[in-house]
């Protein structure tokens, strides 16, 4: 989204209440959304392992019912219980959110030479708070900016913080709002983190992590953003 800042400029930052993966949607069959698909899916297998469902690749009744809960829960279109892309992708990137434990930077990729910095790394779509090497809060699921809106890499600061931060161009709220690029923020959403596609740039977390990082950094800080989101 964009919004005005105080000073007046237009700048970017989130309403695409949208997620971590801008994936094909793929072709799913042509079934009204309140329906429930008998189809199989190209990741049937997959998704049934996921969902605890017995691994037989065939679709059934109770497959479908479960997909459908999932694709709900997250905001995933078409709701339809399809075990297509899009589905599939945000399973595989909780799969690989979950792998990370509490050692998110183990690559060493944000640097632990700044004392508190906020890190957000775009390919796992994942942010945590660090000081030096000491991490201080998180891992967290985020949702950053989707395709030809991405989230801009590299090291920030957080410039402006805004607790009731609302776009004055599309009065959408922006609760938390801690600016750190060009009208990028971190922000809470009240949607699923894993909602396709992705924000429009700002990087969206729950209530409860935005109100937390609220609580842990201040104006000056550092944040460092890296990595490439899925489908951008």
Known sequence: MRHMARRGAVVLGVTGLVAPLALALGT????AAT????????YQKKVEKFLGRPVDGRQSAADCKAIKAFQSKHGIT???????????????LMNKQKAVGKNPNKDGKCPTNKGRIACVNLTLQLSWI?????????????RTGRDK?????GLKKIYWRHIDHVSTLYHVKMPY????????AFHSVG???WNPPGSHGCVNMTPKDAKKYWSLLKKGDDVFVYGRKPGT
Request: hydrophobic share 30%.
């Open 149 to 153: 809106y991405e989230t801009r890499t």
């Open 35 to 42: 329906s429930c698909t008998t189809s199989t899916g190209p």
């Open 28 to 31: 799913a069959p042509a079934q």
């Open 177 to 184: 709002s801690q600016f750190f690029d060009g009208g990028q």
């Open 130 to 142: 660090q000081d030096g090497k000491r991490l201080v809060y998180g891992p967290v699921p985020v």
């Open 191 to 193: 949607l699923s983190m």
């Open 78 to 92: 078409p709701t339809i219980g399809y075990a297509g892309p899009v589905t599939w992708g945000v399973m595989d």
